[in-house]
């Protein structure tokens, strides 16, 4: 569904009766995190907040936080009914993948109706909440959509990257060369040159789900046919970066590929649910023109999730991600998924095969640690065979208990780059200054029945006995008919 800007999404979240203004005094030091974290726990409603300390005479005045914190309201996003359930909307989400729309270019839009550049450029007059009690400061780019361009093809990267302010033009951020936007600079460094960057701070919300995910292309085409209509895009004041016409906030800048330029960024309460990215010096965008709506709607988030404790707008990345994976392996030539999906952290994905031969579930899962996703999601891969519910816990756990055995090669392991916020990975290992991203020793359980094993003519030719559990139709219908008679209760 499209959304002509943040406000028309805005209104119909409200008209649902999934948005809460809050009046009452806020502070944006810890207060506003604390908030939003209790809500989203409770799986509540979107934020926005009206009355914040210190903020009552700057341009900007309102900060929204938790738009896409449940799964109904990211359904609301996508314009899709609330009786869709999850895995039809995955394959909603892969046929709109599977086709692109080109954005449109207009010449000027609501977000050019302030434009500030030298002394009227001060990141501390938005109200950037200082999220978690132990976070290195201010984080302006939580709920970000990140614009770059590739210096040789021009064509654009729309990311979500984190960035915290470290004064009152400057942001450092945590920039990974394996993530898109770090390809991107990558290549700025070969030409010598410092990468333009354009921080688009609150949009219809499909395109922050494009930038938070792993999108094969480009976001701007693939949200354009997620939206069924094309984004309109306008030029930035100080390079030919495009961003949304009628985007809330656009931070435009530059960051220097000089390392005697960066700056201690972190640490930020990450998504795995501890501070994470410890303090390090890194890349800084240097602030060089802001351009906003009259009357700015500023966006943010809380990441970091543990058990009962939830992200303010994580959901959407359990549709996105099983989607662009599968449309992944698919491109990949793998036959034979019929489900993908994760419960609360990607690391651990759980995919359902049809499976047709030996070495299936090991050809998936090298081609998913070879991919693009390999940057956040999979570290603990669980394959399982077409009769597992992956949607149910038991029945992966019985999968699980019945169908491994690691003397049989089910359990494997894989070196690949892995996500710097782990902490279970020593921080030398994941120093991503020295080796632009981070380690992890993949596992693949492949809990699909293991074709080494002999089919049995006792067992009707299967691999496996048959299941004690069943009970025949005809004895069925009997006890059935009989229940009553047992005196037992319906
Ligand atoms: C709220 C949020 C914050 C994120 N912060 C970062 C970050 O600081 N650095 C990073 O490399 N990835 C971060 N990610 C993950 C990337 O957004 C994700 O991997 C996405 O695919 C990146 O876009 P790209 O594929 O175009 O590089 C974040 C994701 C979300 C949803």
Redesign the pocket.
Known sequence: MAFKDLREWMALVESKGELKRIKAEVDWKEEIGAITREVASRRGTALLFENIKDYHDTSCTQLLTGTLGSRGRVRMALGLPDTMRDREIINWLRGRLRTTIDPVIVNSGPTKENILKGDGIDLYNLPVPFWNPLDGGRYIF??VCMVTRDPFTGEH??????GMIVGKNKVAV?L?RS???GKHFTAYESLGQEMPVAAVLGWDPNLFMC?????VGE?YKVCSAIRGEPVPLVKCETSDILVPASAEIVIEGKISTDPATYVMEGPFAEYPGYYAGMPEPRPVVRVECITHRNDPILVG?V?GATPGRYPSDGFFLKYFWPALMWSGLEDNGIPGITDITFDGWPEIMKVRIHKSYRGHAQQLATAIWGS?FA??GGKILIVVDDDIDIRSREAVDWALAYRVNAAMGDIAFFDTLGSPLDPSVPMEDRDIIKYGQSSWRRILIDATINWGLEPRPEWGGKRYPPLGTEITPAMQELITRRWKEYGLPD
């Open positions: 939580t709920l990267n729309v990311g979500t990257y984190r945590f990974a993530q898109d936007w930038s938070g995910s792993s999108v976001e988030l990441a693009k940057n956040h």
